[in-house]
């Protein structure tokens, strides 16, 4: 059984930082592909940050500079540090996972509908 579990939201002013891990269980070894993700009120669900074998892969322009995706292969939880937050960085933010082996052309953060995945969401609120 996949469980993907989100953790280390929380309340912060602009310029802060949070740091975002996600506890991955029940994966296939073959799994290479995994994501952070967010949604603002109002607006889809859009791709942050993804990693493809344990490499940062991609970044959403408004995150670059600003957030790092990693990834710990010993206890396989993904993290997401969120350094110089924004107001418009505030959403619920996702981790997800897609279950099996894709070729890198096919991770990517626009194909929500590939990741399979999906933990429950941490809270994320920045204030000004």
């Known amino acids: ?3 993907l579990a989100e953790s280390g939201g929380g309340s912060a ?3 802060g930082s949070l740091r975002l891990s996600c506890a991955a269980s029940g994966l296939s070894y073959r799994a290479n592909c995994m ?3 967010r949604q603002a009120p109002g607006k889809e669900r859009e791709g942050v ?3 493809y074998g344990g490499t940062p892969a991609d970044y959403a322009d408004s995150v670059k500079g600003r957030f790092t995706i990693s990834h710990d292969y010993t206890n396989n939880s993904l993290y997401l ?3 110089s937050l924004k107001p418009e960085d505030t959403g619920l933010y996702y981790c997800a996972a897609v279950n099996m082996w894709i070729s890198s052309n ?3 953060r626009s194909s929500l509908d590939r990741f399979d995945y999906w933990g ?3 809270q ?3 204030s000004s």
């Open 49 to 51: 940050a993804i990693v």
């Open 124 to 126: 994320v609120t920045v």
């Open 81 to 83: 540090q969120m350094d």
């Open 13 to 15: 002013q602009a310029g």
């Open 1 to 3: 059984q996949v469980q």
């Open 120 to 122: 429950q969401g941490t």
């Open 106 to 108: 096919r991770c990517v």
């Open 35 to 37: 994501g952070w993700f």
